[in-house]
């Protein structure tokens, strides 16, 4: 699967090491283009999930805000829920679209 943002890949990787969680597909770390994310400051905690991490998206000489996003340290109550651990997975929204 990949993360595209107007023909760049952001992320890829095979659909069986991805994460489905509420309806988004999260990317393992090694298979983001780190380069594309700019930490964010806004802040937000999931009940469940724990501390996100938010990451503008570079696209081109634009910086588009807050349209990706991670757990860098979720709750270990989540790991059962979700599955299995994912912890730095990174997920995208809005423009960036997640393809097979």
């Known amino acids: 699967m990949k993360a595209v943002l107007n ?9 069986d090491e991805l994460v ?8 393992p770390p090694a ?4 380069d594309l ?12 999930k724990g501390e996100c991490q938010y990451f503008n998206v570079k696209d081109g ?3 588009l805000q807050d349209r990706a996003f991670s757990y860098p340290t979720p709750y270990p109550a ?3 829920r979700v599955g299995r ?11 960036v679209q997640v393809i097979n």
């Open 78 to 80: 989540s790991f059962e």
């Open 37 to 48: 994310l700019v930490p964010s400051a806004t802040p937000y905690t999931c009940a469940w």
């Open 7 to 15: 023909g760049t890949v952001i992320a890829e990787a095979p659909q």
């Open 61 to 63: 000489d634009t910086l």
């Open 31 to 34: 298979s983001v283009n780190s």
């Open 85 to 95: 651990d994912y912890s730095n997975f990174v997920t995208f929204w809005k423009e």
């Open 20 to 27: 489905k969680i509420e309806g988004n597909w999260y990317f």
